[in-house]
């Protein structure tokens, strides 16, 4: 059983998707120098000034952040139920 | 004559810049080019070993910038190769043995008598480092697939960038790629570092035991022919002189059961 298992298992691996998306993510930060906390004190102050224009769905507001060439980008997506104007 | 300066640096340690220098020194000079390796790792001297060349070695590098030597008494002719030099490293000494002005002052005199001055850098982004970049105009920026490895190479080319006005260009070399283990999606290849360093390739070097022998003799492989890793090293040295030069296919196909029942009666070296 054991053999017919080494013989036709196809391989799977996942590491090197791992370790391209953890390189992906822990260089973006490095590049920035962000200190430990600062980018969650930003999506808060972020959401507080978009909730002040409109009403937000609850729990959906999502933060990104992407390497874009050897720089970050910043994704912000707000789900907007109505204006507050 | 006016030369170009170029270091070979990786921020991590032991991911093959001393070996790329002696193998990139080799076939550069086998091209027709006058090229001296200077090695800045002072006081973890290394590249006279992997050059064949440790018994030869009389003054140093920090003998010439105390002026206890001229320039020429502390090259290293190899013995091979009239037109490959050898300017070797201190043992005794450490980092703060040269300055930055010092080392600049070394690689204007160095280029007015060679085609390609190739330097060693030390590991870390230390003095060390900041010294052994300071002539150059140039950089190879070497790692391997690994994580922490990247992640160097990563800070290393964010210092390179900050000096844009003196280092004008830096590429990648990828070495120790192993086709299998990318194949079988393992670890990261050639795509995949590229994509997150986000630089410039100037070749990919295969996992070969054929380096541990070569090291072994003195020999640098790129200076023999039927290795893998020699060739890759023999192609980098193209495309530092210009040439467009096809990467190596290094596409390992997966193993299938009638690969696995070869494999197994017929064990190969990859």
Known sequence: MQLLEWLFKVPNGTAAVTAKDRMRNMLVHDRLELPAGKLEVLEEELTAVVARYFDLEPDTTRFDLQQMDRKAALIANFRLVRSKC | MSGRVIVITSGKGGVGKTTASANIGVALANTGASVCLVDMDIGLRNLDILMGLENRVVYN????VEERCKLRQALVKDKRMPNLNLLPAAQTRDKTAVDADQMKKLCEELKSMFDFVLIDSPAGIESGFQNAI???????????????????????????????????????VLNRIRPKMVANADMMGVDDVLEILSIKLLGVVPEDEDIIISTNKGEPVSGTDNTRSGLAFRNIARRLRGEEVPFMDLDAKTDT??????????????
């Open chain 2, 61 to 64: 590098l920090v003998d010439v």
């Open chain 2, 134 to 172: 300071a002539g150059a105009e140039e950089a190879i920026v070497i790692t391997t697939p690994e994580m922490s490895a990247v992640r160097d190479a990563d800070r290393i080319i964010g210092l390179l960038e900050a000096r844009k006005d003196e280092i004008t260009q830096y590429r990648l």
């Open chain 2, 257 to 270: 059961w009638v690969t696995k029942i070869v494999n197994f009666f017929n064990p190969v070296r990859v």
